[in-house]
């Protein structure tokens, strides 16, 4: 699948948005959203033993999304996530 960035150049390169997003969140250590991951289902455990099953199904369904966001994380500071603008500059 490709995508245009409007200016008619086939591929997939990123805005100036996105770029300035993972150049803050590639600050953050892969351990960072682990930590988070296994925070939520800690919290989500604790809200399940006092009996608030709503709120521990919600916060138990953010580890996911954490370590999701994490193995982005890791492979854009890996692999990067422009490789059209890293081969023009």
């Known amino acids: 699948m490709s995508f245009s960035s409007g200016s008619g150049v086939p591929g997939a ?4 948005f996105t770029s300035a997003i993972e150049s803050q969140t590639s600050k953050i250590p892969s351990a960072g959203y ?3 991951a296994i925070g939520a ?8 033993s006092v009996g608030k099953n709503d709120w521990a199904m919600f916060v138990g369904q953010w580890a996911p999304s954490i370590l999701v966001i994490g193995l982005y994380n890791k492979v ?14």
């Not at 854009?76 to 500059?89: F, I, L, M, P, T």
């Open 13 to 16: 390169r990123e805005d100036q």
């Open 34 to 36: 682990l930590g988070a």
């Open 41 to 48: 289902m800690v919290a989500s455990a604790i809200l399940k």
């Open 76 to 89: 854009v500071k890996q692999q990067g996530s422009d490789a059209y603008s890293r081969r023009a500059a």
